[in-house]
């Protein structure tokens, strides 16, 4: 068995699967506390975009969202004129990221709304906007209830990752799958591959467990 | 004479079939420290949380410093309020309130600057500014850089009154301010409470049941009773001489209350 000869390409594929989790992690947040936030706004039409969003990227599968921008897109482009194309990593942060965001926007409202309604009458009582409070006094005080399911959301994107690998990206799914049809060897690669994809998973368990303690901090702290 | 600075008119509150202001007309001057006092669920709170805005009003007019609060002025007579003039309304209030509701993410230092930086404008500087002179008015210098949940109740209290006075507001609301407090953490913040009652300009409204302080400090005394006031008048003749009956049980069963 000459495992070691595969470690190379897979730590490849690690490399691009990595990559891919923390862009799609990152546009993610992003879009979540963008829609989250959205879905609380006094603002209508912020609120009508917000929800549609949450709606749809929830309610469709990840592989039919993922087609659907690397096929669909480039040629309803054409259509309108535009060079809809994108490079498949792009796509795949951006199917990644749009998905897990809507998802994450639900957990950004849940914990926004957690907030005592104490804490917006001060808000209120020292005259901040909507706005301000929201984004100011209730989102900061609902992070840290909010990571232990950014946490699990951020262990399923990096396990989504895998299917990324359909759109005939060098992910560690997607170099596996080479691998096996040169050498055969099932085993030996699958079962490294589960290993890395554990390995990378506790890491970023463990990250997520650092980012917890420190948006928490003001939590613990006793007199 | 001066205008009154608050003028309630008639004003009704309900939550569902219960009427918890029942036609209330209550004014308050300038610079005046007056003293709500009343059973439990007369609608003491009510009161001030109307003053703050955080209540609505169903019926009657609410006039702070010459303006209608609740309302503007329209085309055709009295209209209701846009967001627009109810902020700038609040500006001119304060509020504490009974469990100090501070940010418990932020210093205290940043609960006293966040509202003067991001809602009046003022510069890092002067906000901080600001900020110090009051934390050395309330005794907490040393605070500065805590978070309150390392601090005593007390402690928080007295900094939810800087946070309320870095906004320089004309009213301060105090909704029994000390009621949450052990009581051995009562006094530092009554000393507070009593060194803003005699600042001259600032007109404050006091919710408590600390009789003995009522009486040392406001200027006059409102006995509440199922959302009206029963009975007001100076300290002295309030809590000597009430007329009322049911003010005589109030105060018999809060001054002695294992009879
Ligand atoms: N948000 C609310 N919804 C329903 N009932 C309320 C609400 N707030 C207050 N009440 C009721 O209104 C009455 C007066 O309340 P409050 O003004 O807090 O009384 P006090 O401060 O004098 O004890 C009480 O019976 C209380 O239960
Ligand atoms: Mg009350």
């Given at each position: ?223 | ?131 110090e002179e009051l934390l050395e008015l309330v005794g907490l210098s040393d605070k500065a850089e805590a978070f309150p949940s390392q ?59 600390e009789m003995d302080f009522a009486r040392r400090i406001s200027d006059r005394v409102c006995f509440f009773d199922q959302g009206r ?26 001054l002695h209350p294992e009879e």
């Amino acid at each position: 068995m000459e495992w070691t000869r595969y470690i190379d390409p897979l730590l490849q594929g690690c490399w691009v699967t990595i990559e891919l989790t923390v862009y799609s992690t990152i546009l993610g947040t992003l879009l979540a506390f963008g829609a989250g936030m959205g879905k609380l706004s006094h603002n209508p039409l912020i609120k009508a975009l917000s929800v549609t969003y949450i709606e749809v990227f929830r309610g469709t599968s990840l592989l039919v969202q993922l087609f659907w921008l690397y096929f669909a897109l480039p040629l309803l482009g054409e259509l309108i004129g535009l060079d809809l194309r994108f490079h498949p990593v792009t796509v795949g942060v951006l199917a990644l990221g749009l998905n897990i965001g809507a998802y994450g926007a639900e957990v950004v409202r849940g914990a926004v709304q957690s907030v005592p309604r104490t804490q917006y009458e001060a808000a209120k009582a020292l005259n901040f906007t909507r706005t301000q409070t929201l984004w100011r006094i209730a989102l900061p005080q609902a992070l840290p209830e909010m990571m232990p399911p950014f946490g699990n959301l951020a262990v399923q994107n990096l396990k989504d990752t895998a299917l990324v690998s359909l759109i005939s990206l060098g992910d560690l799914a997607f170099r596996a799958e080479q691998l096996r049809n040169l050498t055969q060897d099932s085993t030996t690669i699958y079962t490294m591959v589960l290993f890395m994809y554990f390995g990378m998973a506790l890491v970023l368990a463990a990250l997520m467990g650092l980012l917890e303690r420190h948006v928490g901090r003001w939590r613990h702290r006793r007199r | 004479m001066n205008e009154p600075i608050i003028r309630c008119e008639g004003v009704v509150k309900r939550f569902g079939e219960l009427t918890v202001l029942d036609h209330l007309d209550f004014t308050v001057d300038p610079g005046e420290k007056v003293t709500i006092i009343g059973p439990s669920g007369s609608g003491k709170s009510t009161v001030l949380r109307v003053l703050m805005t955080l209540e609505r009003i169903n019926e009657g007019v609410v006039y702070v410093d010459g303006e209608p609060l609740w309302h503007e002025q329209g085309a055709k007579g009295l209209e209701p309020a846009s967001e627009a003039h109810l902020r700038k309304m609040r500006q001119k209030m304060g509020m504490v309130f009974q469990h100090f509701n501070l940010f418990p993410h932020m210093t205290v230092l940043r609960n006293l600057t966040e509202a003067p930086r991001y809602v009046l404008g003022l510069s890092p500087r002067e906000a901080r500014q600001r900020a110090e002179e009051l934390l050395e008015l309330v005794g907490l210098s040393d605070k500065a850089e805590a978070f309150p949940s390392q601090l005593s109740g007390g402690q928080q209290q007295r900094v939810a009154i800087a946070r309320a006075l870095a906004m320089r507001p004309k009213i301060m609301l105090f909704d029994e301010p000390t009621s949450a407090l052990d009581p051995e953490l009562v006094g530092e913040v009554l000393r507070v409470i009593r060194s803003l009652a005699e600042e001259h300009e600032l007109t404050m409204l006091l919710v408590t049941h600390e009789m003995d302080f009522a009486r040392r400090i406001s200027d006059r005394v409102c006995f509440f009773d199922q959302g009206r006031i029963l009975e007001q008048g100076p300290p002295e003749e309030i809590f000597s001489s009430p007329k009322e009956q049911r003010t005589r049980e109030f105060l018999h069963a809060v001054l002695h209350p294992e009879e």
